[in-house]
């Protein structure tokens, strides 16, 4: 197949992060959630005090649905540009993921032109972004003051995760399959003890924004027109 990589001459060292860390990898993230959640429902609900004033179940779906609503939130639709890239970020992980997870299983498929481009977009965003929202950090005085070591940490290694995702995509070069496996199995068994994790306390935030600001009547929002 030309140049690309020759998949059953893979080294031990590419097989072995590819496949047993990987998915080990997957594996302890998987457990480490699950007695994160486990943990979360070991504790009391919170209980409203008051009579409802608003109906719960419509304030909770409004509550998921505001990441999708940017107008219905002033700092994404006033900063409109960076909720694009907080977007194309997210998808371009998602992507980064969902490549690591396909290429083992169907390499030639992978080996696509069209996939190729489509891949190399995403990361080549990836880490645009990721360089950007760096340099946000370091060069902003208010980002400084809120972030931590491990937020420079993990968006450092997401960003060269991205760049090698780039030289790694066309499946030509062993050497930057085996960076990029290393990568994504690292962030396997790191992300549970990092603030990436963020996405797991997502719903339970969600669903008990909606609930207490459903149960006050302030959510979903009320629209009204003022007559001059």
């Not at 080996?111 to 946000?136: D, E, H, K, T, Y």
Request: aromatic content about 20%.
């Amino acid at each position: 197949m030309g140049d690309y990589i020759v998949w059953d001459s893979l080294g031990s060292g590419t097989k072995l992060v590819m496949n047993q860390l990987h998915y080990g990898g997957l594996a302890f993230m998987v457990l480490a959630y699950t007695f994160k959640i486990w943990q979360f429902f070991q504790k009391p609900l919170a209980v409203e005090g008051t009579p409802a004033r608003g109906d719960h179940d419509r304030a909770i779906k409004y509550a998921f649905m505001t990441l999708a609503m940017p107008w219905e939130i002033e700092s994404q639709w006033r900063h409109w540009f960076r909720y694009l890239e907080f977007g194309a970020f997210h998808l371009a992980m998602a992507v980064g993921i969902g490549w690591a997870f396909i290429v083992p299983f169907v390499p030639t498929v992978m080996m696509n032109p069209v996939i190729c481009a489509f891949s190399q977009l995403f990361f080549i965003l990836g880490f645009l972004i990721g360089i950007s929202r760096l340099l946000r950090r370091i060069l902003s005085a208010e980002m400084r003051l809120i972030s931590s070591l491990d937020d420079y940490f993990c968006l450092i290694l997401l960003t060269i995760w991205m760049l090698s995702g780039i030289f790694a995509a066309p499946l030509k070069s062993e050497t930057y399959l085996f960076y990029y496996y290393c990568l994504a199995s690292f962030f396997l068994f790191y992300v549970p003890f990092s603030k990436i994790s963020h996405y797991v306390y997502y719903p339970f935030i969600r669903f008990y924004v909606g609930k207490h600001f459903g149960h006050r009547g302030t959510w979903p929002k009320k629209h009204t027109s003022v007559e001059t």
